[in-house]
């Protein structure tokens, strides 16, 4: 589900999350990244209107933007939780809880990204080898 579009065209109607997760589905949420109805990358926003609109707990909100979204693209078995034989892929946030994610919606809350066990961000700042030092 995309609760971006319906954000970013104004509207007030959220697909029906609940109902999915009620009825024993599984939800990936994901920002529908685009200039016509959602241009918008951060997922911390998604959760945040996931949360607000959709009927979410932080939670759910959490697991439909890693391991559910992976799932949805055909790689739940190589990344999307913490778990052996998967990618190191991690965030680590400076927030004392991960439903700060949710919360805290509009600042980046990002510390340090490690990608396939490569940090890719320390400090807020994208360290990437042969790319220039970007700050967040």
């Known amino acids: 589900m995309l609760p971006g579009t319906s954000?970013?065209?104004?509207?007030?109607?959220y697909a029906p999350a609940r109902r999915l997760i009620d009825a024993g589905g599984a939800l990936a949420l994901g920002t529908d990244l685009n200039p016509g109805t959602s241009?918008?990358?951060?997922?911390p926003m998604m959760m945040a209107l996931a949360t607000r609109y959709?009927?979410?707990?932080?939670?759910?909100?959490?697991?439909?933007v890693t391991l559910n979204a992976a799932c949805a693209v055909g790689?739940?078995?190589?990344?999307g939780s913490l778990e052996p034989g998967k990618a190191a892929d991690l965030v680590i946030l400076e927030?004392?809880?991960?439903r700060h994610l949710a919360y805290r919606y509009g600042v980046s809350l990002v510390h340090t990204?490690?990608?396939?066990?490569?940090?890719?961000?320390?400090?807020?700042?994208?360290?990437?080898?042969?790319?220039?030092?970007?700050?967040?």
Not at 54 to 64: F, K, Q, V, Y
Not at 75 to 79: A, C, F, N, S, T
Not at 95 to 98: G, K, L, S, V
């Open 7 to 13: 954000f970013g065209l104004g509207s007030t109607r």
């Open 39 to 43: 241009w918008c990358e951060s997922l």
């Open 54 to 64: 959709m009927g979410l707990s932080p939670a759910e909100a959490l697991t439909a």
């Open 75 to 79: 790689l739940g078995h190589e990344i």
């Open 95 to 98: 927030a004392p809880d991960y």
């Open 113 to 136: 990204v490690i990608k396939r066990g490569r940090v890719v961000v320390e400090d807020g700042v994208l360290r990437i080898p042969g790319r220039q030092t970007v700050r967040e």
